[in-house]
Nanobody, 124 residues
Framework: QVQLVESGGGLVQAGGSLSLSCAASDSTFGSYAMGWFRQAPGKEREFVAGINWSGTSTYFGKFVQGRFTISRDNAKNTMYLQMNSLKPEDTAVYYC?????????????????WGQGTQVTVSS
């Protein structure tokens, strides 16, 4: 089973940017569709963005509204989430995971191999 580690979270002012990374300790990383989720205190985990194995297809949660970009570098076994125009409501722990569905999915049930998450805090 692939192991994933998120990094890049931190404290940022509203309107600012952060770039998150998801590093995979697996030589077959390039064969997996991947995704980002987030979870705020007291709320359910929600879908942020997904990307296919090659990085040619992406899918975003409705709240993103063009503010985020998902990408991957299979040569480095790493997936990225570039977040711009951040809002206080973006504050959450951000997780990466493997998509086991037949197509890009926004459903938490289709993902496994979750990382431990990285905290993003956006101040107003």
């Amino acid at each position: 089973q692939v192991q994933l580690v998120e990094s890049g979270g931190g404290l940022v002012q509203a309107g600012g940017s952060l770039s998150l990374s998801c590093a995979a300790s697996d030589s077959t990383f390039g064969s997996y569709a991947m995704g980002w989720f987030r979870q705020a205190p007291g709320k359910e985990r929600e879908f942020v963005a997904g990307i296919n194995w090659s990085g040619t297809s992406t899918y975003f949660g409705k709240f993103v509204q063009g503010r985020f970009t998902i990408s991957r570098d299979n040569a480095k076994n790493t997936m990225y989430l570039q977040m711009n125009s951040l809002k206080p409501e973006d504050t959450a722990v951000y997780y990466c995971a493997v998509d086991r569905s037949a197509q890009l999915s926004g459903r938490i049930y289709d993902y496994d191999s979750w990382g431990q998450g990285t905290q993003v805090t956006v101040s107003s």
